[in-house]
């Protein structure tokens, strides 16, 4: 990146800011974003400086929803309405514009936004050992109890059909009918056909089971909606949890979706593009940590539906085949990549990670019989039937 373009760009939010070092964030797969070190009143400092992804209804949605929730949130921590220990709690709040008094600046056919950046905090990509996945659970834990007084109606949702499976299921199956697969090469052709063969069984499974659920009543809640392993800061010290970032995705929805997109993400011990494909597999003791983190807190939760968990965790690994697949057939218009076939390896890693689940939804379903939620007990036969 130009440290020329972005000194201009830094200028915007900061009076007589000087960058003094620009770190490209690689591991977010939409926007581009970056740590900025720059010269603030004399004294060193850091900010966030993202350039916001065009798969958004709109730039003004994202950060209405960012401001909304955020606001939300830093209120309730200065009037100590959330009490979690002496641990700290914090959240990403965006920065006015000093040009435009906003919290985007249109520069160079991209808009930007500028955000805190929360010190002496780490990401991962891969859990390190179980107790980080206790800590993440606490983590969601937080964020849901932080945001459940929220009026969740004032949220918009910022990406059209998001988790939504059967509108991408619908793309999908049209993204087949108009696909020319000659054009592929003969490996990876072979590829693609091997999963949507194996995709095919799931994909009519989902059909029922996205009925079953629409006949459930599950309340409605403010949720991040992506709520992956790397979007969670921890303290550098300590290894416990103190932010989740990425808040582009906030939306009403169920608390059900954000723990299991989470759970998928922390259980696939070996990354989402690991260098061996071999070593993919849900690992259900991370699980079991992140359960025992997320009820540690004593929320006031609703009729959330939680035993429905199971059922939740293979939507959303089917969801992300689909979506990763699907994206590959459309050019890759969604998810950046690094070479052509990158969003078809990650298909085929969500696959594997949705076959070994299939075969732990039984050790799942004991471990939720331990803390009193009761899932059901036809689900795993129903599944198992598929593979």
């Known amino acids: 990146m130009d440290i020329e373009k972005i000194n201009l760009i830094a200028n915007n939010f900061f009076y007589n800011c000087k960058v003094l070092n620009i770190d490209f964030i690689d591991s977010g797969l939409i926007n581009k974003t970056y740590i900025i070190e720059h010269l603030k009143n004399g004294k060193k400092a850091k900010f966030i400086l993202q350039c916001l992804s065009n798969i958004f209804e709109s730039h003004e949605i994202v950060n ?14 200065k009037e100590s309405n959330l009490i979690f220990g002496n641990y700290r709690w914090e959240i990403p709040s965006l920065i006015r514009c000093n040009s435009n ?11 930007w936004r500028a955000m805190v950046y929360i010190d002496n905090t780490l990401s991962f990509d891969i859990l390190e050992d179980k107790s980080m996945a206790y800590q993440v659970g606490i983590g969601l834990s937080k964020f849901h109890s932080s945001c459940s007084n929220l009026d969740f109606t004032k949220l918009n949702n ?3 059909y998001f988790h939504d499976t059967k509108y991408y299921i619908d793309q999908f199956n049209n993204s087949l009918k108009d696909y020319n697969f000659s054009k592929l090469d003969v490996n990876v052709n072979r590829r693609v056909q091997n999963l ?6 799931h994909l009519i499974y989902i059909e029922f089971l996205l009925g079953y ?6 309340d409605n809640s403010a949720i991040h909606g992506d709520p992956k392993l790397n979007n969670f800061l921890f303290d550098i010290q300590y290894k416990y949890v103190v932010s989740l970032i990425d808040l582009d995705t906030v939306s009403s929805g169920y608390l059900l979706t954000d723990m299991a997109d989470c759970i998928r993400s922390i259980c696939n011990i070996a990354g989402e593009e690991p260098d061996d494909i071999k070593n993919v597999y849900f690992d259900v003791n ?3 940590f992140f359960l025992k983190g997320y009820f540690s807190i004593p929320n006031e939760k609703g009729d959330y539906g ?3 968990l199971p059922e939740f965790i293979y939507l959303i690994i089917v969801e992300l085949t689909i979506r990763f697949l699907n994206d590959f057939l459309q050019s890759n218009k969604y998810f950046k990549i690094k070479y052509k076939t990158q969003n078809l390896y990650r298909a085929e890693v ?3 990670l949705l076959s070994s689940f299939v075969t732990q939804i039984s050790i799942l379903s004991n471990s939720l019989h331990e803390i009193g939620i009761l899932p059901n007990p036809t689900f795993v036969s129903d599944v198992q039937k598929i593979v």
């Open 286 to 288: 991370c699980c079991n």
């Open 158 to 160: 910022s990406i059209k």
């Open 101 to 111: 008094n906003l919290f985007v600046l249109p520069f160079d056919s991209g808009f």
């Open 196 to 201: 949507i063969l194996s995709l095919s069984n």
């Open 213 to 218: 659920l629409k006949e459930k009543s599950i």
């Open 350 to 352: 969500q696959y594997r």
């Open 64 to 77: 209405m929803n960012h401001r909304f929730i955020t606001d939300h949130i830093e209120k309730q921590i």
């Open 306 to 308: 939680f035993a429905l």
